[in-house]
């Protein structure tokens, strides 16, 4: 009932930055605390961006601090992810998280950064 849809992702060389979208049917967005997570090849899923239910807070892995900034539009259920500087490294399937009493998963979205 509460579905997550991601979007943005691309194919994009080393340097150059994504905008990544995660608009939330269903539910109440306001109640959600709203996470990134990426799955890079042959990797397991790890956590990259959080922010909380009022928007106060922020949590970012250590690896993307400075790069990316996370945000969220209760107006239109919308999270972002908006990553600078994109690395190789960076390549992976994003995915979006609502976090309720229950975590929400999106389809995922894939990123390629080449150099």
């Known amino acids: 009932q509460v579905l997550p849809v991601e979007s943005g992702g691309g194919a994009v060389q080393a340097g150059e930055s994504l905008r990544l979208s995660c608009v939330v049917s269903g539910g109440t967005f306001s109640n959600f605390r709203m996470g990134w997570y990426r799955q890079p090849p042959g990797e397991t899923r790890e956590f990259v961006a959080g922010?909380?239910?009022?928007?106060?807070?922020?949590y970012y892995v250590d690896s993307v601090k400075g790069r990316f900034t996370i945000s969220r539009d209760d107006a239109k259920n919308t999270a972002y992810l908006q990553m600078n500087d994109l690395k190789p490294e960076d390549t992976a399937v994003y995915y979006c998280n609502a976090a309720g009493t229950v975590d929400h998963w999106g389809q995922g979205t894939q990123v390629t950064v080449s150099s």
């Open positions: 922010i909380s239910q009022n928007g106060e807070n922020t």
